[in-house]
Every structure is written in structure tokens, then in C-alpha cells.
């Protein structure tokens, strides 16, 4: 009689898992995987170069930070479609520290790269590899040295050059021209109360602060 009580158990068990598993479908998929924020997006000389990259280039253009490279490179379309996607892979977990780019319509203009004075063998290697990546695709790349504070200039006739390479032309959006935009406008809605038959006494004109 034991075996069959051994049986009787054992389709028990198997009874009990088919049932386990038919519930947890009937709740849904388990979620087994957790994400927490990691601290710190940038750190103190990550965030200074940042502020310094943005007030070298000024408000004509817009800084990208920690930018993947895939975004912004592709394999060469002349290259056969194994060798293409090859070329892609490769960029895989590779990316830009910083990436200038145009205010008017958003387009890559420069990238930069920026480490502390002595990077690793690895690093060394990837920032090669993106060197070349550029310079294939007509890229410009600036490499900057993280530090506690930064000589503007130096680093603003570095970036400007890099850009100016890169033959993209970009839309101005200075002060100074949205000033005058606005003159203009305020001109034209004075010429044009002046026109009608109320005129400028009995017409307010409305002006801009």
C-alpha cells in the first residue's frame, strides 16, 4: 500500500503546482525586477564643465549632456548592410559627455569628450574609437580636462572653431537681435494706427515692456 500512497502524494503535488501557477497567471505576470535613482547625475567637475561649455557657446546653441553615441552616428550608407549594422554595434554603450548642438534646428554640431587628467586604458581606447567615429562622419569633437574651474576663453575659442568646422549655419537669437524685433514690430503697429481714421489721438497704441 505504500507506493500507492506514494503516488497519491506525488499527483497531489503536481496537482497543487498546475494550480499555483494557474492563480498567478489569473494575478497578472510577476514583477521581479526593482529600480532605484542613482545619486548624483553629475558631479561637482561634471556640473563645472557643463556651466562652462554653456557659457562659452552662448544662447545660440543648446548643450545635451551624457548623449549616446548611436543617437547621433550611424554606419556609413556606402558600407554593405552586414558591415553597416557592424558599424552600429560597435557604438553600442559608447557616448558623448557633452553635445553641442544648434538652438534653430537642434542639429549635432559638436561633439566633446571631457576626463579627468589621466583616464583609464578603456577609456583611452573608447575615446579613440570615438575620435576616429567623427572624424569619419564629419563630426566635429572637442577634448576637455575636468577640472575645479576653467579659463573661458581658452575654452570658448576651442568650442567656436570646432563649430565653425562643422559649415552648419545657425540662427542667431541674441539679446540684441530680439530687441530689435521687437522695435520693429512696435514701429509697424505705430505706422499702422497713424493709417486709420482714428489716428494716434483717438487710438491707443499698445506698446510692448
Request: proline share 4%; charged share 30%.
Amino acid at each position: 500500500m505504500e507506493p500507492f500512497y506514494i503516488m497519491v502524494f506525488a499527483a497531489g503535488l503536481v496537482a497543487a503546482s498546475i494550480l499555483f501557477r494557474f492563480v498567478s497567471l489569473l494575478g497578472g505576470p510577476r514583477r521581479v525586477l526593482a529600480y532605484q535613482r542613482r545619486d548624483g547625475f553629475l558631479n561637482l567637475q561634471e556640473w563645472l564643465c557643463l556651466a562652462a561649455i554653456e557659457e562659452a557657446v552662448g544662447r545660440d546653441f543648446r548643450v545635451f549632456v551624457r548623449v549616446a553615441a548611436g543617437h547621433v552616428l550611424c554606419g556609413d550608407a556606402a558600407l554593405r548592410r552586414r558591415t553597416r549594422r557592424a558599424a552600429e554595434r560597435a557604438l553600442a554603450g559608447r557616448s558623448f559627455d557633452f553635445l553641442v548642438c544648434s538652438t534653430a534646428d537642434g542639429h549635432p554640431l559638436c561633439g566633446v569628450l571631457a576626463d579627468a587628467p589621466e583616464p583609464r586604458r578603456r577609456r583611452r581606447r573608447e575615446k579613440a574609437f570615438l575620435a576616429e567615429a567623427c572624424a569619419d562622419a564629419g563630426l566635429p569633437l572637442v577634448q576637455l580636462e575636468l577640472k575645479d574651474g576653467y579659463e573661458l576663453s581658452a575654452i570658448r575659442r576651442d568650442l567656436l572653431a570646432a563649430i565653425a568646422s562643422a559649415d552648419v549655419r545657425v540662427t542667431p537669437t541674441s539679446e540684441s537681435d530680439a530687441i530689435a524685433d521687437d522695435e520693429e514690430s512696435l514701429l509697424a503697429e505705430l505706422a499702422a494706427a497713424m493709417q486709420e481714421p482714428d489716428g494716434v489721438n483717438g487710438r491707443r497704441v499698445a506698446g510692448r515692456r
